[in-house]
């Protein structure tokens, strides 16, 4: 889940990103333009739970904002990139079958598997890897 914060006390706005667990994976302060009390100030509070992300916020003038994520299956086909072994007409029809909250996860969860393919160990086919659902494991 990504979040804009954005505040009248700063132009631009902050990015964080949580898991589906709400735990903190990423943040991102390149579109801010903050003074340098003001990134140590983001640096030292920010939560590591999106739970406790609106009471940090709380007395600021910051605003949260959820991106809505949205991925269809030509942004999957390409970023999962294993064209030549898997069946896209297969692969569609397995995406289709799934909600778009899991298409998100399935979308989302690509590059943790890859990270963890052991070596010597083909990527699943595209097919295979939305069948498996993996994201959910």
Do not use: C
Not at 7 to 14: A, E, M, T
Not at 29 to 38: F, S
């Amino acid at each position: 889940m990504i979040y804009h914060i954005t505040s009248s006390s700063w132009s631009g706005f902050i990015q964080v990103e949580y898991n589906e667990l709400g735990y903190l994976v990423a943040h991102d302060t390149r579109n801010a333009v903050l003074t340098e009390k003001q990134q140590q100030w983001f640096l030292n509070r920010m939560p590591r739970e999106l739970s406790e992300l609106q009471r940090v916020l709380q007395g600021s003038t910051a605003k949260i904002e959820e991106v809505k994520q949205e991925v269809n299956f030509d942004l999957f086909w390409d970023r999962y990139n294993e064209k030549v072994r898997s069946s896209k007409k297969k692969a569609q029809i397995t995406w289709n079958r799934l909600p778009p909250t899991e298409q998100i996860k399935a979308f989302n969860f690509i590059k943790k598997y890859e990270a963890n393919i052991p070596a010597g160990v083909a990527k699943k086919y595209a097919e295979t890897y939305l069948n498996a659902e993996l994201w959910n494991n």
